[in-house]
């Protein structure tokens, strides 16, 4: 973990959730725990179905409610989230914590104007008028880098581009000055080549207000640049989680190797097959007494598939879950 | 919109407007046409004499051929004139002009009562879906639905008119001679055909809002730390009425028409009231006129009703549907 | 990854017994075979009356009392049932026949035929529903028979809609350009290919239509402009008790209860049978 002098700004610790099913409970995360410091970036990396997306729609309360949550506690600048009611957590909501969803498409709403979508919550939270927050609207467009901002605050979302949009969704995250955003894959529903502006200008933004991130993303290339920490996730749980310069040069856990090598690069001869790991992820039910990757795992022993792997800390506040780490 | 463009557009509406009146005028006259015997006959009946039958054969012209009748016919309707009661010699244009007043009163009165209704109840059903509050009130309008709607009406009169004697069970009375006793007089109609359009509103209101809900910038606006009262009014509100607001400008079509039904059982004197008794007395000249003036008020609403629905969906405004 | 959705528990039930679908089924059941039965069943004639025992409350010798020129209400109201039961399932019949046929056409052939077609049935539409009823009735004559056929040409444009919305996604699958190649001719793919893969939304909406047009004859009837008096039918007999509402409700309220819960029955049968076909639609898409 990455030391601040400070204690850490959010602080997961054991976070379980399950959700009753018809075929039994569902395991969606099992025994979590991160934390990051205050303008720090923490990167969440995984599948689709390992629960990223869970994580950061539990830290924020926004999980129906027949959803099961245990945890020690969910600290954020030292209140526990978990114990706050709906009531409670409403001022935190875009106000301390922001989000910023995947897909621009859906996150906005088609016949609202942007100009009122961005004013309103300024307008909640920072108990401003209609006229200010509109002329903050215009300001927080510039700086997210969208053209012609007096005619966009009009517009409706669908007269704008992917990219565009993501960008206003960004300005609407960013309004209030949040302490800590949680973006939930932002590029993926992008062109790669808008990409790249957005994850630079979520960086800049990040470091212009001093904001913690957590950036989460089935792409370890992604991760790899913009982040201070990663953790992997896999069906529920966290297998791996360092420094992103230690990860990415030594890795322990064989899936986060794996992860690795299915990373295209420039450096590899042509037409080489990029690796992939055989098989899919896999949904758990109830707690299972095995490591949830064995059965993609091509270092998995008997122990294996018997017996689920404790949580191994190394110094550097590295952690893995593994019976077979790959030594370096 | 740029202005061309709009004009163009109106201009096309009201072409197919103009088609369409046309070939509902053309219907309501021949289908008139398909009376056994004559006009004059199925007017004046089985027991009338022949030297009646062909007076009136006489004056209605009815030797000239068909289509020269038609165009006659269509020439003095689009003057104003839509013919006459043979009964009463009044003026069908003047019948309607002292009632279709009263249709729409009750029109719009229902559509207010309805939305009244159907509104907070189904924005909580939607709202509280799955829950037994939803099962509640989604319960109560399927079996409201099931009852059909002058059943409705009579159990009104039953419960309120003759049982509790609040209010009077049928008769109108203007608004200009008194209008507490014409509210009054229109509080069981309105409510009968409320509670006859109100569940549909209430069910279509209920399944967009619900599914509004499940969208994902309502997880965003949840996110931004809005109210679930902010939310629901600002956010969800909007998108879940088209359903709802379609239908209702269908029925404001339908309307117009008169509510026969409950113009009937409520004595009121309405357009719909004026077609049954034209019908039941055999008053073809006035059921022809009617029915010609109400398809193409028909058809007129509903491409007014068209036009405003663009207004109220940006996205329709620009021509794309997402 | 998204909250999973509950499967229901209600499957372990056996159907028969889920009243949701039982008691309706029941109630629709005892009002065919009453409807069916009637001119054999041990009961008064429907429009015998007796002046000696005018609007009598419901006893042991008239199941459900009498109206007020002392006819005998459980034989009207089970007569009436088949007057329901004709119009109810013919007139939904005409319109799916007809309608579904013309759709099916406008799906397939273009041009002229398509135009006039879709003219014909915009002809239709141009109407509010009630109004081209009374229209059509007025003209044709009040009778069992021509209300069906009035109510019937109502619904066609519905049906036609319905039939062409789901033939045009067939016309164009591999299956039907196959049978083309194969040789087969016009008739042969829209009878045999075609058809029974439209038959499922149409029907859904024939279900529909049952209750509506049971509803539609009532009303017309209580209009005074359907099924002429004597007949028993449901509308009549409730328009007809109208003006003892305030000494002998049971008049009216015998009838329109009959017609409420059959009403309903058929509502929540034909929700019931929509849920499983969406479902299985659902399923296979």
């Known amino acids: 973990m990455k030391h601040d002098e400070e204690a850490p700004l959010l602080d997961v610790s054991e976070l379980s959730v399950r959700f009753p099913t018809a075929g039994g409970d569902l395991s969606a995360l099992d025994d979590v725990s991160v934390a990051l410091g205050r303008g720090t970036t923490l990167g969440i990396v995984g599948e689709s179905g390992s629960g990223k997306s869970i994580l950061a729609r539990t830290i924020l309360g926004l999980l129906p409610r027949k959803a099961r949550i245990t945890s020690r506690h969910i600290n954020f600048a030292g209140e526990n989230l978990a114990t706050l009611g709906s009531a409670a957590m409403r001022p935190i909501r875009g106000r301390r914590i922001a989000m910023v969803f995947q897909d621009p498409m859906t996150s906005l709403n088609p016949v609202r104007t942007i100009g009122s979508q961005l004013a309103e919550g300024m307008i909640t939270h920072l108990g401003v008028s209609r006229a200010v927050a509109n002329r903050r609207a215009l300001d927080l467009l510039k700086r997210v880098g969208v053209t012609a901002p007096e005619r966009r605050i009009e517009q409706y979302p669908h007269e704008l581009s992917g990219g565009m ?11 209030c000055e949040p302490e800590l955003l949680i973006a939930d894959e932002p590029t993926t529903a992008l062109d790669v080549t808008v990409q790249a502006e957005v994850l630079a200008l979520l960086r800049g933004l990040q470091q212009e207000q001093h904001m913690a991130m957590i950036l989460i993303t089935h792409d ?109 | 919109m740029t202005a061309a463009s709009f004009i163009r557009n109106i201009g096309r509406r009201t072409a197919r407007l103009l088609a369409v009146a046309l070939v509902a005028a053309a219907t309501t006259f021949f289908l008139f046409e ?36 038609f165009g006659g016919w269509l020439w003095q309707a689009v003057q104003g004139d839509l013919g006459q009661s043979h009964i009463t010699g009044e003026p069908v244009a003047r019948a309607i002009v002292e009632r279709l007043p009263v249709s729409i009163e009750l029109m719009l009165l229902a559509q207010l009562v309805g939305l009244a209704i159907a509104l907070p109840l189904g924005i909580w059903a939607g709202y509280r879906e799955g829950t037994s509050v939803d099962r509640a009130i989604s319960g109560g309008a399927f079996a409201t639905l099931a009852i059909p709607h002058f ?38 109609p309105t409510l009968t055909l409320a509670l006859v359009e109100a569940p549909i509103y209430l069910r279509l209101l209920r399944s967009d809002l619900a599914s509004t809900l499940r969208e994902e910038f309502i997880t965003v606006a949840r996110a931004k730390g809005l109210s679930d009262r902010q939310i629901l009014l600002q956010h969800a509100l909007r998108p879940s009425s088209f359903s709802m607001l379609t239908v209702m400008g269908i029925n404001i079509g339908h309307l117009i028409g008169g509510a026969v039904i409950i113009e009937t ?32 008020a028909f058809v007129a609403v509903n491409m007014a009703v068209d036009a405003v629905y663009a207004l109220i969906d940006p996205r329709l405004r620009h021509g794309r549907t997402h | ?107 397939y052939y273009g041009g002229l035929l398509r135009a006039s077609i879709l003219g014909a049935l915009d002809l239709i539409l141009a109407f509010p529903t009630l109004v081209l009823a009374l229209a059509l009735t007025s003209v044709l004559g009040q009778s069992m028979e021509n209300v069906t056929v009035a109510l019937g040409i109502v619904s066609i444009p519905a049906f036609a809609r319905i039939a062409r919305a789901s033939a045009l996604p067939l016309l164009t699958r591999e299956f039907v350009l196959a049978a083309r190649t194969a040789g087969a001719g016009d008739p042969y793919i829209l009878t045999r290919e075609v058809l029974p893969n439209m038959l499922m939304p149409l029907l859904t909406y024939f279900l529909t239509m049952i209750s509506v047009m049971i509803v539609a004859e009532g009303s017309l009837s209580f209009l005074g402009v359907g099924i002429p008096p004597p007949a028993p039918s449901w509308g009549g007999m409730i328009a007809y008790g109208r003006e003892a509402l305030e000494r002998a409700p049971h008049v009216t309220l015998i009838p329109a209860t009959v017609m409420f819960l059959t009403v309903l029955s058929l509502n929540l049968i034909g929700d019931w049978v929509r849920q499983r076909t969406e479902a299985k639609e659902g399923g296979l898409s």
């Not at chain 1, 949009?165 to 309004?175: C, D, E, H, L, Y």
């Not at chain 2, 009946?45 to 009815?62: F, N, S, T, V």
């Not at chain 2, 609040?166 to 229109?186: E, H, K």
């Not at chain 2, 059982?265 to 059921?287: M, N, Q, S, T």
Request: a positive charge.
């Open chain 2, 34 to 69: 398909l009376l056994p015997g004559s006009l004059a006959d199925a007017i004046l009946g089985e027991d009338a004499r022949p030297e009646d039958i062909a007076k009136l054969e006489a004056e209605l012209g009815l030797d000239r051929p068909v289509v020269e009748r």
């Open chain 2, 151 to 188: 059943v409705l009406g009579i159990l009104l009169i039953l419960v309120f008119a003759i049982w509790l004697r609040w209010l009077p069970a049928t008769g109108f009375v203007p608004f200009s001679t008194d209008p507490i006793g014409n509210l009054r007089s229109m509080v069981l």
């Open chain 1, 165 to 175: 949009r993501q960008r206003v969704v960004i300005a609407m995250a960013i309004a």
């Open chain 3, 1 to 107: 990854m998204a909250a999973p959705t509950e499967r229901s528990a209600r499957a372990s039930i056996p159907l028969l017994f889920q009243a949701r679908i039982a008691l309706p089924a029941a109630w629709i059941l005892l009002v065919v075979v009453l409807g069916l039965a009637s001119p054999w069943l041990p009961i008064p004639p429907p429009n015998a009356m007796d002046f000696l025992a005018p609007a009598e409350a419901p006893s042991m010798k008239h199941l459900f009392g009498t109206d007020l020129d002392g006819r005998d209400l459980f034989a009207r109201a089970v007569h009436g049932a088949r007057i329901s039961l004709f119009v109810g399932l013919v007139a939904p019949a005409l319109g799916l026949l007809i309608g579904g046929t013309l759709g099916l056409l406008a799906a």
């Open chain 2, 265 to 296: 059982l409520f004595a009121l004197p309405g357009i719909g009231r004026l077609l049954i008794e034209g019908i039941i007395k055999r008053d073809y000249l006035v059921v022809q006129g009617l029915v010609l003036f109400i398809s193409v």
């Open chain 1, 220 to 328: 370890l290339g992604v991760a790899a640049g913009y982040t201070d920490e990663i953790a992997v996730m896999y069906a529920g749980q966290i297998v791996e989680r360092a420094p992103t310069r230690d990860l990415l040069r030594t890795p322990r856990m064989p899936y986060t190797q794996a992860l690795l090598g299915s990373i295209p690069r420039l450096d590899m001869p042509a037409h080489v097959r990029l690796s992939v790991i055989p098989g899919r992820p896999t949904t758990i039910y109830g707690d299972v007494e095995q490591c949830r990757f064995a059965q993609r795992c091509e270092l998995r022993t008997e122990i294996c598939l018997h017996k689920k792997p404790a949580l191994s800390v190394i110094d550097g506040g590295r952690i893995y879950r593994c019976w077979n780490p790959i030594v370096p």
